[in-house]
């Protein structure tokens, strides 16, 4: 094996493992091996001695192999890589290690979870599929189902390996597989644990957002046929140390953020919180956000499912106050006082006291005092002793820890008693536990130090359970072997848990009234050092306060500061006595079962007096107790292991770190089962897997009868040691490396015959080239001579031909050219002129009409399209202002009928209107006193302007009539005025013509803006006409688009109701049962659907006058304490009017919640009547103008005290024999003759009366049949042609028909609205008939069939034998041609047959294609050439019946194009970019897996490369139609059903054949 070229691993320390390759042969006397590396550096690696190999790689077979064990060396670096391709080329995040699934977090969303995923994986066998955590939880719930014997599925990993959500889609998977029989709701209650759990158990760290800080064991019970009947929930070490702590980049628990982000709802506005900054128990860890979560809708998901879980309103109101507390408790400021600051005190007015205080209804002062003393009892006396600061501030966090923690067992003990199991029906359970792995960091306390406990007990659990599987193996197999040794951690859990081990000391130095964490530590170096040195206990050198302790998986330091008080969890019991008289009865209830239970409290209360001895029980000793408990439980159990890796730690999707990975490898125990593999026969074959691999290197006969045979005889000449394989009963099993040795041997063996073939067929082909060429040339040479004296003599015979020919030849040819071109171009021209005239004229007469046409047409499709709109406007419109108008009635006519309303309207009313009286009388006196002054300022500018004008009127008069005196006579003053006054007149006027421009400017620009307006409002219009012609245009296309959705959501919500309403008569029935077992008889719950009135809610002591609500805190607290049942809570919502109506409104909510999601379709309906009239006939309600017709015969009359009796004997109790013997559609017919004949004598009432009857008796009988085919099919019919005969004789038909169809005058749409739903319930049902029927045997039918030789499947540690009723194609078309011959029998229409086969080949193709994904034995070229077999077979039988339509076709393409995928080549850049265009009903994601799952069969064929696996995904990444991220198809789809319009051919009673053995003579023809 340690030859030139032989593959190896080298240590690295990067990478862990980096692979190498021999250069020479390795000798034993050497001490260096030369190794080359993958970038082609050479190293010499040392080797002291042949146990100092590197250890050898995997051949390339073993490439990605879903079992690590099925490797041929089972090493760490061979796992580490396997894991590593798996994950990072091919996307597979979960691979088997034996019986153990390592799951690696990919840190992205896979589509790997859906219900279609749920569906494959139920019911088959790990060996079959791929890996996958629903295999594990299939395989479990199989076994229990199979043995009755319990199973626990064990869960480990670090934080943020995904541990959690692991367990919980595995609980998904029980919910799914165990609630699909019986509709109950207790599946929906085991899924709804988790958003509480998650709530107050989860927290950031710096590792994982969501990271889960407690353990938790689920015990799941199941009925005997396998329901889930109820479930239990057991949990271990919760972090309380968060609550006060936390770590930077950390959160507390999620509940507190939570809950101050939804600090706006009323309901929170009294527990007075703010944002999560301003408490110091939610802001030590910085950022409290977490990317993409919405902490105020992650409330509402976790009050939800306490509703789920019958958690009342109040009850969670009531715990928000109690964690509303603890984050006011964490604010409390305790400051230091005196000379040492050995006392301290809390402020009387600390607000943060008093809202804790009143949240939890207790005393403040009180709590003050207590917060800061403690009491002492010295010699009989009692003494009260001040605490310091720092005591102080702890005891508050102890208070906080402790009131957190009575509240998280509180809701674990609610959650329980609401999933108890009935134990009349218990069987047996599966236990989910999801707990905490092996934990090691730079500074380990007294939570690492359990945790690690745990874990060393889980694995020694862990590695007996492997050892005992492999030993029950041998002896299977009938082998003879020696006892496998592996290590035990025995000695581990002995120093820990043993005598005088480290839990003992500590309890010990806990019980001491002065210990300390130093003597305690003391005391272990001198029991596990001194004297017998205790191999897994060691001293650190540099530390004498802490101590290092070997694991199974790593050796930890662990700090011993911290470990005695968390240890005692030392709660102060005068604060529990303070908490314990609280006014809430929740809150009391919290510590008094603290005090009655204080043995199970994961703490000790402390007191001045010497406390019980229950109180003194530890957290370490509990611990102990607890995790003793469960591994009774697992030990009883059948276990199944689940080991969760972290990739990495920045949270990077597929990025895969070496080095983190084998960290955890080596914790988690995934290396100790290979260790114990590898100790024995780690590889197994079976005898024909081994024939078929290697029978070239077998000698003599390879004859396939005896296989067993000749491998026992061939064996020992290839491996000569015969200690290294063993021969089983069934099985060939090898030591590690002997698999890798046959591989090197048969590809030895392969190339020498190669080399040898290669040769012969060389030399032959070279002879006989040499043969052919000398054979050809002679030949050649032979008739080229004669060929070219031929030629020479020819040529001179033609070129004396030539030359007469030549001459007489062109001379006729230039003729007849000239003649011919001369007669064309005339002929042409005619032609041609006389076509475009006409062409001309034609087409001014076609664009003339054109015109005319399209304006008329324009115009009215405008008007139609406008009216349309505008009335589907206006009743959309309509309907929300109605509904606005009734929401603002409903709360008008609430706030009516409060007297508190009006009183708080009214309060300080008066007050108010003195005080408006006063301001109004202030203003008035105010504006009185501004319009005096107004009007005086008013009259003074009054005045002045008159004096101004009258004195330049005088001036201007004496100016005229002055006669002018001599200059000399004129005074200088009198000159100044003038000029003064001229001057002051020029200024006036310049102003007034600047006022008089700037007006003119301000008209003109106004101008020009209001017609820049008009021209902008013109194009706005157009434009806007434009959009809502476009947008009509789109709205009607949507419309359309939308009629076709609304169809098939319409079709499932009937499949939903109907199912729903056999959810309701399962409740009523077992309701009745459970009250004839009670002994008392309860009133029918359908009487709760009758509408209830105000009389009969009110009690006869009940008036306006006389108030009998009660206080608010009475109401606060009623019913907060522990649950009781539903008698003790109706009993209590008796004593309150008010409680007793909410209680029967929401019985009637409950009841009819899904009934009204169908009655809500009737808006839509409505509009698209309005928009599509032709989509949605309506019928006419009135009959008032309808003309009576006039009584017809050939009908059939029907009393009315025998309609009962009709449908009992015609349609309810009707004989299977007899109703096939019908005659197509006979029911239907009667029934319409007879509700034909009670309308045409006028009495409209029987004519209803009886449709109703009819159509209530045939859903009875679909009812009653829902296994039957053939009956469905029958109904089917008959409900059809019921309802085509009431639609051609509807009143609307008068105007169609008016002589051969009489219209019936009774109203129809109830009648045919109830028929059209019936018939799509019918067919629903006629499909679901087959899709079960069909299930469980599409897939092994189209994928297996008959067994290829040498396809090898993962050995299964529970071997099956082959069926001899394997289910092949036969039976799926024998099953096929049950419903064809059903529905062919019913004449039903050929449109329909196609639509039910459409939805069959979907169902029958999806279900082959999705295991097809998820069985890696059937990928391979053989198996497909047998899956395109069956696939043709399927469309020979569909094309001979003329059923395979398109959308047959369409449906099974990608089954088609999966197989083709298997088939063609996939090596070249060619092949690829062919995939990818044929390919084009696949996505990216099903290409590559399928790619990956593809197993070579033969010789000649090899796995697909990675290379060509990233070119593939690299095309798909450039092709613009990518397909949308999937991995499996939807089984369930659901294709929507159209009934096709026909006109049933005219009935008449004389020509009904109706059999005697109806017992229909009663019925008389007319």
């Known amino acids: 094996m340690t030859c030139q070229g032989a593959s190896v691993w080298i240590p690295d320390p990067d990478a862990v493992w980096v692979p190498a390759q021999l250069l020479q042969d390795y000798t034993c006397d050497e001490k260096h091996v030369l190794l080359q590396l993958p970038g082609g550096e050479e190293v010499r690696y040392p080797v002291a001695a042949p146990s100092d190999l590197p250890p050898l790689a995997n051949p390339d077979i073993s490439e990605g192999e879903s079992d690590l064990t099925a490797l041929s060396f089972l090493h760490e670096p061979a796992i580490l890589h396997n894991l590593r391709v798996r994950f990072v080329d091919y996307n597979s995040i979960y691979t088997y290690c034996g019986i153990v699934l390592v799951a690696i977090n990919p840190y992205d969303q896979l589509p790997i979870y859906g219900e279609e995923v749920i569906d494959a994986y139920s019911g088959q066998d790990m060996a079959d599929m791929e890996p996958h955590i629903f295999s594990v939880a299939e395989n479990a719930y199989r076994t229990m189902m199979r043995e009755e014997k319990n199973q626990s599925i064990i869960i480990s990993g670090e934080s943020g390996s995904g541990k959690t959500v692991s367990a919980k889609f595995t609980m998904r998977f029980f919910a799914v597989v165990g609630g699909a029989a019986q509709q109950t709701s207790v599946e929906e209650k085991v899924l709804a644990s988790n958003p509480i759990m998650e709530a107050i158990g989860n927290a950031k760290t710096t590792r994982n957002d969501n990271s889960s800080r407690f353990g938790k064991y689920i015990q799941i019970s199941f009925g005997r046929k396998g329901d889930i009947i109820g479930a239990n929930m057991s949990t271990y070490l919760l972090e309380k140390s968060r609550v006060v702590f936390q770590a930077p980049a950390e959160r507390n628990y999620h509940i507190f953020y939570q809950l101050c982000a939804s600090r706006q709802l009323p309901e929170m506005r009294s527990l007075k919180l703010a944002t999560p900054e301003h408490f110091r128990y939610t802001t030590q860890g910085g950022d409290a956000n977490i990317p993409c979560t919405d902490d105020a809708m992650e409330l509402e998901r976790t009050r939800s499912a306490f509703t789920i879980l019958g958690v009342l309103p109040d009850q969670q109101i009531e715990l928000f106050r109690i964690l509303a507390a603890v984050l006011h408790l964490g604010n409390v400021n305790i400051q230091a006082s005196g000379r040492s600051s050995e006392r301290s005190y809390i402020d009387a007015d600390d607000v943060s006291l008093a809202i804790f205080s009143k949240l939890l209804g207790v005393e403040a002062a009180l709590m003050a005092h207590w917060l800061c003393h403690r009491k002492l009892l010295l010699g009989g006396e009692t003494l009260v002793k001040p605490m310091s600061g720092q005591q102080a501030l702890d005891a508050r966090d102890a208070l906080a820890k402790h009131v957190y923690e009575q509240m998280f067992k509180w809701t674990v003990h609610r959650l329980n008693v609401t999933l108890r199991s009935q134990s009349s029906r218990a069987g047996s359970f599966i236990g989910v536990l999801d707990i905490y792995g092996f934990e090691t960091f730079e500074r380990n306390s007294f939570e690492q130090f359990c945790i690690n406990y745990a874990n060393e007990k889980l694995q020694q659990q862990f590695n007996r359970h492997v050892f005992h599987l492999e030993q029950e193996e041998y002896e299977r197999e009938e082998l003879t072997w020696s006892r496998i040794e592996f290590s035990d951690n025995q000695q581990c859990i002995l120093l820990i848990e043993g005598p005088l081990g480290l839990l003992d000391l500590l309890d010990e130095e806990c019980r001491m009234p002065k210990g300390t964490d130093e003597s305690w530590v003391l005391k272990l170096y001198g029991q596990h050092l001194t004297g017998r040195a205790h191999p897994h206990f060691r001293k650190p050198r540099m530390s004498n306060s802490a101590f290092v302790l070997l694991h199974f998986a790593d050796m930890v330091q662990y700090e011993c500061g911290g470990f005695l008080d968390k240890n005692r969890d030392t709660v102060f019991e005068e604060l529990v006595n303070i908490l314990k008289a609280s006014q809430s009865e929740l809150v009391a209830e919290l510590f008094q079962q603290h005090g009655s239970k204080a043995s199970v409290a994961n703490g000790s209360v402390r007191s001045g007096r010497r406390a019980h001895r229950e109180h003194k029980l530890t957290v370490g000793f509990q611990f102990r107790q607890s995790l003793q408990l ?32 084998v960290q955890q490898l080596r914790a988690c125990g995934v290396l100790e089962t290979i260790r114990i593999s590898a100790a024995g026969f780690p590889s197994r074959w079976t005898y024909e897997e081994f024939f078929f691999r290697y029978h070239v290197l077998l000698r003599g006969s390879q004859c396939c009868e005896d296989v067993q045979l000749v491998c026992r005889h061939a064996l020992p000449q290839l491996i000569p040691d015969r200690d290294q394989y063993v021969f089983g009963r ?340 077992m309701s009745q049962l459970t009250q004839d077992m009670k002994g008392y008889r309860r009133t029918d719950s359908t009487q709760s659907l009758e509408p209830l009135s105000p009389q009969s809610l009110t009690p006869p002591s009940f008036s306006p006058s006389t108030s009998t609500f009660p206080s608010p805190e009475e109401v606060r607290r009623v019913s907060v304490t522990s649950p009781t049942t539903e008698a003790e809570v109706s009993m209590q919502s008796l004593a309150s009017p008010m409680v007793l109506l909410e209680a029967r409104e929401l019985e009637c909510v409950r009841l009819r919640k899904e009934l009204n999601d169908l009655r809500n379709t009737v808006p839509l309906r409505r509009l698209l009547t309005q928009v599509f009239p032709s989509a949605f006939p309506t019928e006419n309600s009135s009959s008032s103008n309808q003309h009576k017709a006039a009584p017809t015969t050939g009908l059939l009359e029907c009393r009315r005290r025998d309609e009962n009796k009709l449908m009992k004997n015609l349609i309810t109790d009707i004989r299977t024999d007899i109703a096939m013997s019908l005659p197509p559609g006979l029911p239907a017919s009667v029934v319409f003759l007879c509700v034909r004949q009670a309308d045409c004598r006028g009495d409209q009432t029987s004519a209803y009366s009886l449709c109703r009857v009819a159509v209530t008796a045939m859903k009875t009988a679909l009812r009653k049949h829902t296994n039957d085919l053939s009956m469905t099919a029958l109904w089917l019919k008959n409900i059809s042609l019921l309802h085509d005969l009431l639609s051609q004789h509807a009143p609307k038909q008068l105007t169609t028909h008016p002589e051969e169809v009489v219209p019936l005058t009774f109203n129809l749409s109830d009648s045919l609205h109830a028929l059209s739903e019936l018939r799509i319930l019918a067919y629903q049902q006629l499909i679901s008939i087959t899709e079960t029927r069909l299930q469980n045997i599409t897939s092994a039918a189209l994928l297996e069939g008959e067994d290829i030789p040498g396809s090898r499947k993962r050995a299964s540690s529970d071997p099956r034998t082959a069926r001899a009723d394997a289910p092949t194609v036969a039976s799926v078309l024998r099953e096929l041609g049950v419903l064809h011959v059903a529905m062919s029998h019913q004449a039903l229409r050929p449109q329909l047959l196609e639509r039910a086969f459409q939805q069959l080949t979907y169902f029958i193709s999806a279900s082959a294609f999705n295991s097809l994904l998820l069985r890696k034995d059937v990928c391979c070229c053989s198996r497909a050439i047998l899956i395109r077999l069956n696939v043709s077979q399927l469309e020979e039988w569909l094309r001979s019946r003329g059923l395979l339509t398109e959308g047959a076709v369409a449906a099974m393409e990608p089954l088609i194009q999966a197989v083709q995928l298997l088939q063609v080549g996939k090596k070249s850049e060619k092949d690829a970019q062919t995939l990818v265009q044929t390919c084009t009903a696949l996505s990216s994601q099903q290409i590559v897996k399928i790619l990956s799952n593809y197993s070579p069969h033969g010789d000649l064929d090899e796995r697909v490369s990675l290379n060509f696996i990233r070119l593939v995904q690299g095309l798909f990444k450039d092709r613009a139609d990518a397909q949308p991220r999937q991995h499996l198809l939807d089984v369930k789809r659901v294709f929507p059903v159209t009934f096709p319009d026909a006109t049933p051919p005219a009935i008449r009673a004389d020509k009904l054949v109706i059999p005697d053995s109806l017992k229909l003579s009663f019925l008389r023809r007319v």
Not at 639 to 660: G, Q, S
Not at 1044 to 1053: A, T, V, Y
Request: hydrophobic content about 40%.
């Open 630 to 661: 469960l591994m009774d439980t697992l030990s009883s159990t059948t276990p199944h292991y689940v080991r969760c890796i972290k990739p990495n730690d920045l949270k990077e999707p597929f990025m895969f770190d070496p080095k983190r990975a």
């Open 730 to 1069: 069934t099985k060939v099993f090898f030591r590690a490396g002997q698999v890798a040795l046959l591989e090197r041997l048969r590809a030895e063996r392969l190339r020498a015959a190669a080399v040898v073939l290669q040769s012969l067929v060389r030399g032959w082909l070279a002879r006989i080239h040499y043969t052919r060429t000398l054979r050809a040339t002679v030949t050649l040479q032979r008739h080229c001579r004669g060929a070219l004296a031929r030629r020479l003599a020819w040529t001179l015979r033609y070129c004396k031909a030539a030359l007469v020919i030549q001459k007489t030849y062109r001379m006729l040819v230039a003729r007849n050219w000239f003649l011919l071109i001369r007669q064309a171009a005339i002929t042409i021209q005619a032609f041609i002129r006389g076509t475009l005239t006409r062409r001309n004229y034609r087409l001014l007469v076609a664009n003339r009409a054109a015109s005319l046409l399209q304006a008329r047409v324009r115009g009215w499709l405008a008007r139609r399209a406008f009216i349309r709109f505008r009335a589907a406007v206006v009743f959309a419109q309509c309907c929300v202002r109605r509904k606005a108008a009734r929401r603002e009635l409903l709360k008008l006519k609430t706030e009516a009928r409060s007297v508190e309303k009006y009183q708080e309207l009214n309060k300080g009313m008066e007050v108010k209107l003195m005080q408006l009286q006063i301001k109004a009388d202030q203003e008035a006196r105010e504006s009185a006193a501004l319009k005096e002054c107004l009007r005086a300022e008013r009259e003074a500018a009054a005045i002045e302007l008159s004096t101004l004008k009258a004195t330049i009127q005088k001036l201007e008069e004496h100016q005229k009539h002055l006669i002018v005196p001599p200059v000399s006579t004129i005074s200088e003053e009198a000159e100044q005025e003038m000029k003064r006054a001229d001057k002051k007149a020029a200024q006036e006027l310049l102003q007034l013509t600047q006022e008089v421009e700037a007006l003119q400017r301000e008209k003109i620009s106004l101008s020009t803006e209001r017609e820049r307006l008009t021209a902008c409002l013109l194009q706005q219009e157009e434009a806007q006409e434009a959009l809502v012609r476009q947008a009509v245009s789109q709205a009607t296309e949507a419309m359309r688009v939308q009629l076709d959705e609304e169809r098939r959501k319409h079709q499932g919500l009937l499949r939903e109701f109907t199912r729903l309403e056999q959810r309701y008569d399962n409740l009523r029935e």
